[in-house]
């Protein structure tokens, strides 16, 4: 299994990112697919996750700002953000897993590399 997160970088408070990540050698269309974030020396915490079935998960803190989506025929899961915050700053890491779930991310097995997303003026 492979994960290649893409889309991170600078933006200044208020604007936004797509976040994209791209799937490799497991069937794509048959995992749950989710978006968590870590900043360096605090816990890691889910921003969105999407069932098999096109159900999606949010936390309170992304709900409005993000939305996450997939394309089951490209083998990739989008993150869009929009009005971003200085707190939205983090390293986000895409996550799958055959029977993923949230709130709590059980299951979700493999894990990309991460890319850096800095909200700052």
């Known amino acids: 299994v492979q994960l290649v997160e893409s889309g991170g970088g600078l933006v200044q408070p208020g604007g936004s990112l797509r976040l994209s990540c791209v799937a490799s050698?497991?069937?794509?269309?048959?995992?749950?697919m989710g978006w968590a974030r870590q900043v360096p020396g605090k816990g890691l915490e889910w921003v969105s996750g999407i069932y098999s079935s096109g159900r999606t998960y949010y936390p309170d803190s992304g709900k409005g700002r993000f939305a996450i989506s997939r394309d089951n025929a490209k083998n990739t899961v989008y993150l869009q953000m929009n009005s971003l915050k200085p707190e939205d700053t983090a390293v986000y890491y895409c996550a799958s897993g055959r029977f993923g779930r949230w709130p709590g991310g059980e299951n979700m097995n493999y894990w990309g590399k991460g890319t850096l997303v800095t909200v700052s003026s």
């Open positions: 050698e497991f069937a794509f269309n048959n995992y749950a």
